[in-house]
């Protein structure tokens, strides 16, 4: 079982659409962090929350921190093909034992079709 | 150019022939980790290293070691590769361990495929 619930595992749209994707957990986390990575390339770090309720956004995507830091959100506005890929979210527990440790999710595969 | 780099990219063994994957960091960092990814399963940690001359196993380090003598390298040893060891695997780096929130730099993968 994952820590970390990453909704949908796939998601396909047209350009110019919206899209949101989900990372869910039963655990509390310092920080959480959104990953993308494109094929035969490592993930790049996209956006770092830390606080409870935060809203980040980096142009057209929107990143969001519950109140509660047990989960976040990821919308894309307008996506462009550029934007296909596989996002993954990674958390840091708030616990003794897993100090300095990231968790990730299995990703969401975004395409987006012209 | 702050990088990670991995040697070699693809890499294709048979069972039980010893292999390592080195992993270099340019940016002296002192966190280093190892990951491998699987579909459906998303990325899991195997070793880590706060510093030099320490490690530390992560959520799956059967059949693996690591060794950590220079802060900018830290290999990853698979002394008799099995089947299930077949994956995708990544090497990263951040400047601290403590700093979890810190940019973690991922290297370009290495796919191995142990037949």
């Known amino acids: 079982t994952q820590l970390l619930e990453q909704s949908p595992q796939f998601l396909s749209i047209q350009e110019g659409e919206n899209l949101t994707v989900y990372c869910n957990s039963s655990s509390v986390f310092s920080s959480l962090q ?17 606080t409870g309720g935060e809203v980040k956004k980096l142009k057209r995507l929107t990143f969001q921190f519950g109140d509660a830091r047990k989960d976040s959100s990821l919308h894309i506005t307008a996506a462009q093909p550029g934007d296909t890929g596989l996002y993954l979210c990674a958390g840091a527990e708030m616990t003794t034992d897993s100090w300095g440790k990231l968790q990730f999710g299995a990703g969401t595969q975004v395409v987006v079709t012209p | 150019e702050a990088q990670v780099t991995q040697n070699p990219r693809y890499l294709i063994t048979v069972t039980g022939k010893k292999l390592t994957v080195t ?82 730099y991922f290297g370009p993968g290495t796919r191995l495929t142990v037949l």
């Open chain 2, 23 to 104: 992993c270099s960091q340019n940016m002296n960092h002192e966190y280093m980790s190892w990951y491998r990814q699987d579909p459906g399963l998303g990325l899991r940690q195997i070793y880590y290293s706060m510093n030099v001359e320490v490690t530390d196993k992560g959520d799956v380090p059967e059949g693996y070691k690591v060794s950590r003598k220079e802060k900018r390298n830290f290999p990853l040893i698979l002394e008799s590769p099995s089947p299930n060891q077949t994956s995708l695997y990544f090497c990263a780096s951040r400047a601290s361990g403590g700093f979890v929130s810190d940019t973690q």
């Open chain 1, 34 to 50: 959104w990953y993308r990575q494109e094929p035969g390339e490592g993930p790049v770090l996209l956006v770092t929350v830390v």
